[in-house]
């Protein structure tokens, strides 16, 4: 069973367009909600984060915004560029026993045209 | 800081073959995981660790053994090589503390199972 679903599998977007790639969960348990970017022949890196209690979270053209009552979050990327062309994977994680580990949904494969 | 290392890069097995994917991280690290990434499926969790001595199953643990005897090391051994094992292997570690962890990821392993 898919803890967090991801939409969508892959994303086209032009040069100085907006890419928005949706997360949702189900496990009300979560308090962490990391996005992690990936180039082709590399692992995952951490690219933003944010926590429940905050609706969103920017860091330079990349923002998350969160929706607790619907479950849901987003990563926003405006102005997107050529370098941003990457597959992206959206995670959740909770406190106790598994703190530590994260809940990966299966990618956003976004595609950046010059 | 070397971070997480893997070895090897990349490793082609004949089926029925047993081998031992290596990780070892210098971070002082708690949590260290297992994942396997297929197109389309994302980052699937085969094993992780919460600390040395102590591990627990993923999402696709058959076919897969791990130990964790000290803080640094968690390596993956695959028993007897099926072509299903065919994957890019990524091990990752984070602190574990209750603020939510970034998770460092390893450059990964290409394995090919014939």
């Known amino acids: 069973q898919q803890q967090v679903k991801q939409s969508p599998q892959s994303l086209i977007v032009q040069k100085g367009g907006i890419s928005i790639i949706n997360c949702a969960y189900e496990?009300?348990?979560?308090?962490?909600f990391p996005w992690y970017q990936q180039f082709p022949g590399k692992g995952p890196a951490l690219l933003i984060a944010?926590?429940?209690?905050?609706s969103e979270k920017k860091e330079g053209r990349f923002t998350i915004s969160f929706n607790k009552s619907a479950k849901q979050f987003s990563l926003h990327i405006m102005d997107s560029q050529p370098g941003d062309s990457a597959t992206y994977f959206c995670?959740?994680?909770?406190?106790?026993?598994?703190?530590?580990?994260?809940?990966f949904g299966r990618g956003t494969q976004l595609t950046v045209w010059p | 800081n070397a971070g997480v290392t893997q070895t090897p890069k990349f490793q082609v097995l004949k089926t029925g073959q047993s081998m031992t994917l290596q990780c070892a991280q210098d971070m002082n690290h708690e949590y260290m995981s297992w994942y396997r990434q297929d197109p389309g499926m994302g980052l699937r969790l085969i094993h992780y660790s919460v600390g040395a001595g102590i591990t627990d199953q993923g999402e696709v643990p058959n076919g897969y053994n791990v130990s964790r005897s000290t803080t640094e090391d968690f390596p993956l051994r695959l028993l007897s090589a099926a072509p299903s094992q065919t994957s890019v292997y990524f091990c990752?570690?984070?602190?574990?503390?209750?603020?939510?962890?970034?998770?460092?990821f390893g450059p990964g392993t290409r394995l090919t199972v014939t």
């Open positions: 496990n009300t348990a979560f308090d962490y």
């Open positions: 995670a959740a994680s909770m406190a106790g026993s598994t703190l530590g580990r994260l809940y």
């Open positions: 990752a570690s984070s602190p574990r503390t209750t603020r939510g962890d970034e998770q460092y």
């Open positions: 944010i926590r429940p209690d905050v």
